[in-house]
């Protein structure tokens, strides 16, 4: 399974995690993405350095591993290669045997059309590290839609990951849409 540095990192940093903030983050990391409570809730709810970017990493390493149908094996070799204690990575193989049934659910009912985006406002921030030292910039994105709001956080690379894959896509449907109107 390839993973992207920024991702990682993010992973990294759930090493450092007392054993009662791991499981909070794993278990709310799932309850997110299964759509039991929000990301800012998530947020709100922790009391560790880096939040967003363990959350951010977490969530994209859970639903490209549910999405992919990663096996535990695989998703442990992971998780040793990022020196997690083997009493982690049990614990994350616990949570993932429990809770990933649940998520690829939700995410094999994420249609095309399941949802519009009415508006897009985004901040550029600053994250901390411990004792105050800037970690880096992050970017807080708010997404506007027909049914609930979405927040999540990203570094710039990731944004700009993001602006690319959505002009890709909108050149694909106007390519698209300009085939069919010719036909």
Same mark, same amino acid.
């Given at each position: 399974m390839e993973i992207p540095s920024v991702v990682l990192d993010g992973l990294c940093s759930l090493g450092e995690l007392d054993n009662t903030s791991f499981a909070a983050v794993v278990d709310g990391v799932y309850d997110t993405l299964s759509g039991k409570t929000s990301t800012q809730e998530?947020?709100?709810?922790l009391d560790i350095e880096q939040k967003e970017e363990i959350v951010d990493?977490?969530?994209?390493?859970?639903?490209?591993?549910?999405r992919r149908n990663v096996n535990p094996g695989t998703i442990s070799e992971v998780l040793q290669d990022l020196q997690l204690p083997p009493d982690?990575? /049990?614990r994350f193989l616990a949570s993932h045997k429990v809770k990933h049934l649940t998520l690829k659910s939700v995410l094999a009912g994420t249609k095309p059309g399941s949802g519009s985006i009415l508006d897009v406002r985004w901040k550029l921030v600053f994250a901390r590290g411990e004792g105050g030292s800037a970690v880096g910039p992050r970017y807080s994105i708010h997404l506007v839609t027909d049914r609930e709001p979405v927040h999540f956080y990203c570094s710039p690379a990731q944004l700009d990951d993001l602006v690319s894959?959505?002009?890709?896509?909108?050149? /694909?449907?106007d390519k698209f849409i300009n085939n069919q109107s010719l036909s």
């Open positions: 998530l947020l709100n709810r990493s977490l969530m994209l390493f859970i639903s490209e591993s549910c982690r990575v /049990s894959q959505l002009q890709s896509a909108t050149f /694909s449907i």
